[in-house]
């Protein structure tokens, strides 16, 4: 998602690392310091991947301080390559063990020891200077390995807990990085954020039920729900490869809807609590995910036949509100 107009380059963006090429070399007792221009490497590498793969990365680093473009796309690396590990090799045990390894690489990292690979050393520097805890991003790759290992859901509770690995994380990391990690209510920030993360995951299910299905032969919609609507796998498989949806379906997506949407509203009381130069950003994650909601609705919660997006210029809409809200200093949302 980018703006029309106004948009930053790639070389105004990796103006930013110049900061980084300045960062003091990283040391641990009895091992060698990483050099401040291999760091500088890393965040550039981050950087080409954010800008390569994550269409949205543009539009979000402009409503973020300019000096945490780097950071978040050390972090987006991150989960990129987590991501892939999971769902490219085609081979669970294969997938488990590059997963095994990015937890080590995550506790060198916090360790201040040598790292591997073109975007940990970045990641390193992320963590240390905001101090991020490990434990956030082990609970993003112990999501990951999850999948390789269950995919399907029997209760609502069960796939929530699911979200607070792969979700929720990412908001706490969020505020951290964006200079929250002292403030007195931060406990409470990270509950709101859970609720804004957990909604953006569980939209996202609701949307992608037949790629899910389809791709990687997953449901995220719980079997305790699928059987109060009277929806059985066989039936759901079949709607899904016929592009046929039944009522009862249907009424299941309502309901997933109807379970998620309190989600949001809970999560809208973080926004008072942050910094007002933060505060679009984070408004934005929520319209988006309230928007993909909305485009549900309006198929009729058909997400089987078509699958229900934001158009571009609903897209843009959104973004310049944020961005209008954050040049005058306004909540637009």
């Known amino acids: 998602m980018r703006l029309a107009s106004g948009r930053r380059s790639k070389h105004a963006i990796r103006g930013n690392l110049s900061n980084a090429a300045k960062l003091p070399a990283m040391r641990s007792e009895n091992l060698s310091p990483v050099p401040a221009s291999s760091i500088a490497d890393s965040f550039r590498a981050c950087l080409d991947l954010a800008l390569s793969h994550y269409e949205n990365f543009s539009v979000i680093s402009r409503l973020l301080p300019r000096e945490h473009e780097a950071d978040f796309a050390a972090v987006y690396a991150f989960c990129r390559t987590a991501d892939d590990a999971a769902d490219e090799r085609g081979d669970p045990a294969i997938s488990l063990a590059e997963l095994a390894g990015m937890h080590r690489q995550v506790d060198r990292c916090a360790a201040g020891e040598p790292v591997d690979g073109p975007y940990f050393p970045a990641l390193a520097v992320v963590m240390r200077r905001h101090r991020v805890p490990a434990e956030l991003f082990h609970r993003l790759l112990a999501a990951f390995e999850r999948d390789q290992r269950q995919s399907r859901y029997e209760t609502w509770e069960d796939l929530l807990t699911y979200c607070t690995g792969s979700a929720d994380p990412v908001g706490r990391i969020v505020l951290l990085i964006t200079g929250h990690g002292d403030h007195p209510e931060l406990q409470e920030m990270f509950r709101l954020s859970d609720a804004t993360c957990t909604a953006l995951q569980l939209a996202n299910f609701w949307q992608d039920v037949a790629r899910d299905l389809l791709e990687r032969d997953r449901i995220y919609m719980p079997g305790e729900v699928m059987r109060q609507h009277g929806v059985t796998e066989p ?4 709607m899904v490869e016929t592009k046929r949806t039944s009522e009862s379906f249907r009424e299941l997506e309502e309901d997933l ?3 998620t949407r309190p989600l949001f509203v809970r999560g809208r009381d973080l926004w008072p609590k942050v910094k007002k130069e933060v505060r679009p950003a984070i408004q934005l994650f929520t319209a988006g995910g309230e928007a993909i909601l909305r485009a549900i609705e309006g198929q009729r919660y058909d997400v ?9 210029w609903g897209k843009a809409a959104l973004a310049a509100r944020a961005w209008i809200g954050l040049r005058l200093g306004v909540d637009l949302f």
Do not use: D, G, H
């Open 235 to 238: 039936e759901l498989r079949k």
């Open 304 to 312: 089987l036949v078509r699958r229900p997006t934001l158009t571009r």
């Open 257 to 259: 809807l109807s379970r």
